[in-house]
């Protein structure tokens, strides 16, 4: 495939039809695409208004918790011996992950759409666990859809969702992770057109989500921007994010795009290993196709059946990718690596040992790469790393993995 | 483009003055030879359009026994290439029932749209529903589907308002489905005036056919359902009673060709008195 020729700027997409190139787009079922129409002109409305941006930075500043620090990591810089490491500190928010961004935003649209009923899907259950905090927020009954394997090695976060009065609603289809929940999810919203708001939670699905999930998301870069330019007087020569879904890592790459001088690296779930089907690696080992309402790269086989795909990280676990990811790494402004579960397990015991932090899995993976990277980097060199989650979660079953009795 | 062998039917059912009966099953459950036994048999016990299910791992808008189905049929070896095979080998048998292949678009998509078109042609087949490929994505398959000579059966709904209909009708040809409730496949049909309602609704429309889908399961469903539409489709009764002779290790416990005829055949009696 010929490379397209660059274009002048990286921030413009999706166009009028949600496409990011041939990535996007609106790919569902009949009976859901008024209600995605509807869900738009309500969205490009709320964007246009000072009021929804004032009541969503009041909420951002004392519910959440923003601006998130950006914190140097001086110990873990010493340890690498090369460019000095930040984190941005997401995993400080309010519900312990980046995700309360974007479902405060979505839940103020909600509301002004007049809906009164949240539906959502998750993998790690930090998405759902912030979608029932604002749905309780809110005073909104809320339906969580999780996979019967998810909703196994995340019970802590199940736990959460149910004393914030959610419903979680395990869904057996399939291996039982993310997308068999976003199917069920989607099952749910055709079925009950009427009344209820589906709160996806990552920059994926049908127009305008992977642009609105996005742009909720951006306060993490545009805040990095300022602070990282007060810390050092410059930007950063790397940006470091996760990606699953990648509503963390779009949330941070975005207000960068256009700084050429800014390298930018997403990091994939390379499971145990790219050679088989254990790894979730959609960018790096996928191919585009369509599912849950858009275009992008996915793991599936010839006959395009979706392949399950595994990660340690419950929150990587998905065999597609949202579609301006697909769309960066095709024009060449991003590079995709994948980063095996062991690398990501290290990484998460370096970080509690050195910095005193514990980071969740899915940013242990992103660190993962920041480990490789460093060293090899001089030391007037800058990185940011987003820390999206907190590894509160996590502890259980990386002590299994750990064979450690708790 | 020419009459396919949808248009020819309905004209012909509009003489006699009643309503297809359209049938589902999925194109290799629980495998690919019993599979086209049944299909072989549909027209045999009454059906007047066959929908031919193309197996998908991710079937959104699929209740459990239609995903069951599918899931079946993908654990057997189907691809959509072998639903391909098994169109063609029907029509050495019969040159006239219309054969609407029924599923999702990633599959097609990863086959290729232009060589699927042109194996659907030699293969044909007369029709195609995409379940997630709304009129705003019609330059992927729709568009050329009408160029290939493939009739593009648009699906409906209750959310379909009067302002969207003319853009939901606009490349649609064949017949229109009209999904009778918000919903998944499988669900319980609840207000059958309602449904006559809508089909009154997009007639006043097109002059297409308007077949209603969507929680039809009995004779008597059926009957009412065709006394207003010009089709019933059924869909998944007829992979119910599939299920219904598999024993738990997948091995069939009586046949399903003639499960499923005995269905079709009550079905089809329906529909002929739904305008007595």
């Known amino acids: 495939m010929n490379k397209p020729a660059e274009p002048n700027s990286f921030r413009t997409g999706p166009d009028d039809a949600g496409m990011f190139g041939i990535f996007g787009g609106r790919f569902v079922a009949e009976t859901l695409m008024p209600l995605i129409l509807d869900l738009q002109e309500h969205w490009e409305a709320a964007k246009n208004d000072p009021a929804f941006a004032a009541e969503l930075a009041y909420l951002g500043t004392h519910y959440t918790g923003r601006p998130s620090p950006l914190y140097f990591a001086a110990r873990l810089t010493e ?40 539906i959502a899907e998750t993998g790690a259950g930090q998405h759902g666990v912030a979608t029932a905090t604002v749905a309780a927020r809110f005073g909104l009954p809320c339906v969580v859809y999780m996979g019967a394997t998810d909703v196994e090695r995340q019970a802590p976060n199940v736990f959460r969702m149910k004393l914030l009065g959610a419903e979680v609603k395990p869904v057996s289809a399939g291996h039982g992770t993310l997308k068999d929940a976003m199917n069920e999810a989607l099952r749910d919203w055709v079925t009950n057109v009427e009344d209820t708001y589906y709160l996806i939670g990552t920059a ?17 870069g545009t805040e990095v921007k300022e602070q990282i330019v007060t810390a050092e007087g410059r930007l950063p020569d790397l940006l470091v994010a996760a990606v699953g879904g ?68 419950a929150g990587l676990d998905y065999p597609g990718i949202g579609p301006e990811h ?6 060449g402004r991003v590079d995709y690596v994948p980063i095996m579960d062991h690398e990501a397990l290290e990484a998460f015991q370096l970080l509690t040992r050195l910095e005193g932090i514990i980071p969740a899995l899915e940013p242990s993976h992103a660190l993962a790469e920041v480990v490789k990277r460093a060293p090899t980097m001089g030391k007037e060199k800058i990185i940011v790393m987003n820390l999206c989650g907190r590894g509160d979660k996590d502890v259980f079953s990386v002590a299994r993995h750990l064979d450690m009795d708790i | 483009m020419t009459a396919t062998r949808i248009d020819t039917l309905f004209a012909k059912l509009r003489q006699e003055n ?12 629980p495998d690919y030879a019993t599979a086209l036994s049944i299909m072989k048999a549909l027209p045999k016990a009454g059906s007047d359009i066959i929908e031919l299910g193309m197996p998908f791992s991710d079937p959104m808008a699929d209740g459990p026994a239609i995903q069951a189905a599918g899931l079946r049929a993908l654990k057997g070896g189907q691809t959509l290439a072998k639903t391909l095979q098994m169109a063609r080998s029907f029509r050495q048998e019969d040159d006239h ?36 490929l709304p009129p705003e994505m019609d330059a992927e398959l729709c568009l050329p589907a009408l160029r ?24 649609t040809s064949g017949f229109v489905y009209y999904v009778s409730m ?73 046949d399903p060709a003639e499960a499923v005829s005995t269905l079709v055949r009550g079905l089809a009696e329906g529909v002929k008195e739904a305008r007595l």
């Open chain 1, 79 to 118: 340890h690498l011996g090369g460019a000095k490491v930040y984190f941005k500190r997401d995993e400080l928010n309010h519900t312990g992950s980046h995700k309360i961004n974007n479902c405060l935003g979505q839940i103020l649209l909600a509301r002004r759409m007049g809906k009164t009923r949240i």
């Open chain 2, 97 to 132: 029932t219309p054969i609407v292949m029924m599923g999702y678009y990633n599959p097609i998509y990863i086959y290729g749209v232009e060589r699927f078109l042109k194996d659907a042609v030699e293969a044909g087949i007369d029709g195609l529903i995409i379940v997630d």
């Open chain 2, 18 to 29: 009643r309503p297809a009966l359209v049938t589902y099953f999925m194109g290799g459950d």
């Open chain 1, 246 to 313: 990648g509503s963390n890592a779009i949330g941070l790459f975005h207000p960068f795009l256009d700084d050429k001088d800014v390298s930018i690296v997403g990091v994939e779930a390379g499971g145990r290993g790219l050679s088989g089907d254990e790894h979730c690696a959609s960018l790096t080992a996928g191919r585009p196709g369509v599912l849950h309402g858009n275009r992008t790269y996915l793991l599936q086989n010839e006959d395009g059946q979706i392949k399950d795909g595994h990660s340690i990280s």
């Open chain 2, 148 to 171: 290939a000579g493939i009739n593009f059966i648009r699906l409906a709904t209750p959310t379909t308002d009067d302002k969207r209909l003319p853009k939901v009708l606009e490349n």
């Open chain 1, 326 to 331: 697909s769309w960066l790494k095709e024009s």
């Open chain 2, 182 to 254: 918000t919903g998944i496949t499988g669900s319980a049909l609840t207000d059958t005036a309602k449904v006559s309602a809508a089909v009154a609704r997009i007639k006043g429309h097109t002059e297409l056919p308007v077949c209603v889908g969507f929680g039809v399961k009995t004779a008597s469903q059926a009957r009412v359902i065709g006394a207003a539409a010009d089709g019933v489709v059924v869909g998944t009764a007829i992979v119910n009673a599939i299920a219904n002779v598999l024993g738990p290790d997948g091995k069939t416990t009586a």
């Open chain 1, 204 to 220: 994926a699905g049908p127009h305008p989500y992977p642009e609105m999930v996005r742009d909720f998301q951006s306060v993490i």
